[in-house]
């Protein structure tokens, strides 16, 4: 195997299509995959765009966002290092649902449709694990849904953070006005619930950087809400 290959296993082998597949298949699917490379804040794909591609963040961040009708932007997922995205375009071939957009100097690993399919074809074990994805992502989407429409702002919030949390580290490099957009409320209101649990001391504040202090405490919050039924 070249040394050009050995970085590209050790990226598949994490995400979780492709984890628990056999090194040698692993292999194959590496040398299925081209390297992307973008800039922050370049696009890598818009709504209506064709559906021709998987995707697997090797380093950086991906923001998959939506516009409202009245021009607003909701990120409805932040991506980072090992995480898949573009999976269902990939399978049906039809319009890419959201924007895909470099939140900072990113780095993707990508396989074609037509070579995924032929993949497919010879490897059909991958199948199952592309439908484990898939419902996964289907749980978490009904459940970013539940959030927005029946959790108070507090419990959104607290629970967003966590989520980033876990991806990224405790130091969490993101804008308050991104923040905003993750939990679909005003920059200001976000403002206010963050300015309270700082004078609490549950996390801290710079620019662009939420530091969560007091982890338990927040996880507290989140689960207010449900504590509450």
Request: glycine share 6%; net charge negative.
């Amino acid at each position: 195997m070249s040394t050009t290959i050995s970085p590209l296993v050790a990226a598949i082998s994490t995400n979780p299509i492709f984890s628990g597949l056999g090194p040698e298949t692993i292999e194959k699917i590496a040398e299925l995959t081209v390297t992307v490379r973008l800039a922050e804040g370049e696009t890598l794909f818009l709504k209506g765009d064709p559906g021709d591609a998987l995707y697997c963040v090797r380093r950086g961040r991906i923001h998959i966002m939506a516009t409202t009708a009245g021009g607003k932007h909701l990120i409805m997922n932040v991506l980072g290092s090992g995480d898949v995205f573009g999976e269902i375009a990939l399978l049906d071939g039809r319009e890419r649902s959201a924007d895909a957009v470099a939140a900072e100097a990113t780095e993707l690993l990508t396989i074609r449709r037509s070579d995924f399919h032929d993949l497919l074809k010879r490897q059909p074990e991958i199948s199952l694990h592309l439908m484990e994805l898939l419902c996964e992502r289907l749980r978490w989407t009904s459940g970013r849904m539940e959030e927005v429409s029946l959790l108070p702002l507090p419990a959104r919030l607290a629970r967003r953070l966590l989520k980033l949390a876990d991806d990224f580290g405790e130091e969490i490099e993101i804008s308050q006005e991104k923040l905003s957009t993750l939990v679909g409320v005003t920059r200001e209101t976000v403002n206010r619930q963050l300015q309270i649990w700082k004078r609490a001391d549950i996390i801290a504040l710079d620019r662009s950087r939420v530091t969560i202090k007091d982890e338990p405490r927040l996880i507290r919050e989140a689960r207010l809400a449900d504590e509450d039924d």
